[in-house]
Every structure is written in C-alpha cells, then in structure tokens.
C-alpha cells in the first residue's frame, strides 16, 4: 500500500517547504515535486504536513485503571495528531520491575492501539538493579525510555526520597526523568508552591554532570532557567490555563505541579521562544468525573487529544514559529528519548505524518473528543488548526473524525 500526499506545506524543525511526500512500505520513500503514482493520493493543498506529534507524556491508565486504555487513548492520540506516546509506570501493578513490564507491554500488544509507544520505567528507594537491566548505561538496546523518578507524592505513590537513590540512578541510567516537587516542602505547604518546584530541582544539580536528567512539566521561567544543565518539558495545559481557572473548575483544574499564576504562564512562553525548553509534552492524565467530582479528588487532567490543536492555533496566531512547534513537538522528544526514525520528514524515516487543515476552526467539546473520562478542561474554547489526516507507520489511522483498524509498534530506542 502507497500513499501520495500531493502538494502540501512540509514543516520541518529546519524548513518550510512545498513538496509531495510519497509513502511506501511504511517508510518516507521520497520526497519530490514530481508525479508518483500511488494507491492512495491525497491533496494537502493549502495544508500542513508535519510529523506525527511525540507525546513524551501520557498516562493511559492500563494496566490498572477505569478513566483510560490503549484503545481510547490511541484515538484521542491520532485524532489530535499525535503518532508516537511514552507512557508513564504509574499504573496498577506499577512498571517498576521486569516482570511487570514485560506483561504491561503484552497488554499493550494485545489491545487495539494505534498509536506507536513505548514506556517510562518507575525508580523505586531498592529496584536499581531493575533499572540497570531496563535502561542501563551499558544495554544496548534498552527497554524503556527513561527511569522515571517520582520526588513528590502523585498519583501512584511512586516516591523517591533518598538523594543517593536518585544519585545512583542517574549514574546508572541512560536517561532519568524526574517529576521535581520537593515532598519536605509540599508536607509543610500542601498547595505545593513554586518553591517546592525550585527546591526540588535544586537538589538535583549536584548531578547534572554524572548522567542525563529531563525534568518534567515546569511550571516557570525562574524553574526552566535553574534547570539549565538539564532537558526540559512544559505541557500544554500550564502553557494555556492559569489558577484562575480553579475558582470556575474547582478539582477538574487540580494538577501536580499545580497551575500558576498569570505572570508565570506568560513566562513559559519567554522560556519557549529563549530556547529554554526542549519539548512539549501532555501529561495526559486522565481521571473519572466522578473521582474529580469527590472533595478529595486525584490530580492530572486530560490533554493528548487538544495539545497539537492548542499549539497550532498559538502558532498560527505567531505566540511561536511553526518550526519551532516541529522542534518542541516532533523532533526533539525524539531525540531526546532516542527514538529511532522518528520526528523528522526525511527520506527513510518512518511514514508517521499529520496533515493539518490552518483553516479549520472548532470549538473544544469533549462530546467530540475520545477520552475515556468525557471532560477537557478546554471545554469551549475557539480553536483553529485541527489534524484532518494522521498516518502511522504509512498506514491511515485517523481521517475527518474516522479511525481506521492500523496497530501501532513499540518504538526502537537508539
Ligand atoms: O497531576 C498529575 N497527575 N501529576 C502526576 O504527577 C501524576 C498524574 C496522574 O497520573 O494522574
Ligand atoms: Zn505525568
């Protein structure tokens, strides 16, 4: 099966240009300005063509948990873009051994994803020799994306405490990623302040020059800036939304690390445009209403289905470059987390590609979104830049609100 996509807006993190990209084999087999002949041909005129989005950051709850699985959260992903998603350990058992990790991955091979995945591994006070085997320096080939270090309660219970733990652990590893909240702090401040953010990725410095460490979803300029040495990610909804929100929201907008303040989200975007950020990621993390309905309701919301929607329109509206979105969306996860023929349009890469329509405007309804949970904290925003077209391994996954029965791959770390 071929595909042709006629005469669209290429976007690179490098270059825009006008191209045909023709798709054989699952693979970019070459991209011209001629004629190629292809089972399938579609006009992307006026439209963009960009890579599939890399979701460094989703939590798709199975094994384990009711507000998501790999099938719904696979349609929410490629009905918003995204090709390839990393999925977080903090699941019922939790991936923190081989033994759990091995049997999550046949869960996920048995479900209908049609998304391409692969896992972070969770870091516990005693599994380092677990960790080594999954993502040590010396593997080849490791298994998982990262050793995902959890230094504040979240949803899970996964917690790291012990700095020597964390030290070894990034000696050890090919790639950490911490969620940096300092729990002394958050037990002594249970609104969970910036300072806890601060603090944490204080005490992380130390260890900037023994391995490579990511620290997930900063909420500040004064946090991305501290977090020079290390990689970066911001996510969609503190780059949007404020705290202002949770007087209309109330638990629905309860996240860890929490919303700030307006002048903080407005310093995200200083640090987007700076180079202070390398990527951008979901944090999908769903939950049920009827648990965000409860006064002590979990933390995270839904995000993996409106973030390339939300980032287009921002790019659109010129708040940053459309190969700046390439860079923090496609190519730079992929980098970062080794993913091998993934995030860029070139030849031989794999055919993971999104066409988007920079004309179409929608307003954000979670009726019209495939979540598990039916809730978005975006509910009813006017938002212009939607994927019409998301292709996965060569193969049509999702066209004009159809999904189409394609399997997703574990990716191959490099
Ligand atoms: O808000 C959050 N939700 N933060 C986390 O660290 C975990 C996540 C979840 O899994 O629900
Ligand atoms: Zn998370």
Not at 54 to 59: E, F, G, T
Not at 75 to 97: E, F, L, Q, R, S
Not at 304 to 310: F, G, S
Request: charged share 25%.
């Amino acid at each position: 099966m071929s595909i042709l996509i006629k005469n669209g807006i290429v976007i690179t993190h490098k270059e825009i240009f006008n191209a045909n990209i023709f798709i054989k084999n699952g693979k970019i087999h070459s991209i011209t300005k001629d004629e190629v002949k292809a089972d399938i041909i579609i006009n992307a005129e006026d439209k963009i063509v960009m890579p599939g989005v890399i979701d460094a950051h989703v939590h798709f709850r199975q094994p384990g948990g009711k507000s998501e699985d790999w099938e719904s959260g696979s349609k929410a992903a490629v009905a918003g873009g995204v090709t390839t998603v990393i999925d977080m350990p903090n699941n019922i058992p939790p991936t923190i051994t081989i033994n759990n990790l091995i049997k999550k991955k046949e869960i996920i091979e048995k479900s209908n994803t049609l998304v391409n995945y692969g896992l972070h591994f969770g870091v516990t006070e005693d599994n380092l020799e677990e960790v080594k085997k999954v993502i040590g320096r010396d593997l080849k080939r490791p298994l998982v994306a990262s050793a995902k270090i959890f230094m504040a309660k979240s949803t899970g219970n996964l917690l790291v405490r012990n700095l020597n733990v964390i030290e070894n652990v990034v000696r050890s590893s090919k790639l950490v990623t911490v969620h940096a909240e300092d729990e002394e702090i958050i037990e002594k401040f249970p609104s969970r302040p910036k300072l806890a953010a601060i603090s944490a990725i204080s005490k992380l410095l130390p260890f900037a020059n023994l391995g490579k460490i990511c620290i997930l979803h900063i909420t500040s300029i004064e946090e991305a800036k501290l977090a020079s040495p290390f990689y970066k990610e911001v996510t969609p909804h503190h780059l949007f939304l404020n705290s202002s929100i949770l007087s209309k929201l109330g638990n629905y907008a309860k996240v860890n690390p929490p919303l700030r303040d307006e002048k903080d989200r407005l310093s995200l975007w200083e640090a987007l445009n700076n180079n202070l950020i390398d990527y951008i990621a979901s944090d999908h993390a769903p939950h049920l209403k009827e648990d965000k309905e409860k006064e002590d309701a979990p933390s995270g919301v839904p995000g993996v289905e409106t973030m390339l929607p939300l980032m287009m329109n921002a790019a659109l509206n010129k708040l940053i470059s459309l190969q700046k979105l390439v860079e923090l969306m496609c190519y730079n996860p992929s980098r970062i987390f080794g993913l091998k023929n993934k995030g860029v349009i070139e030849v031989g890469a794999d055919a993971d590609i999104v066409i988007v329509d920079r004309k179409l405007e929608r307003k954000v309804s979670a009726d019209e979104l495939h979540y598990k949970c039916k809730w978005t904290p975006y509910e009813g925003m006017y938002l212009k830049g939607w994927p019409v077209i998301t292709i996965v391994n060569g193969k049509i996954a999702y066209k004009d609100g159809e999904f189409f029965q394609i399997k997703g791959n574990e990716v191959i770390y490099e």
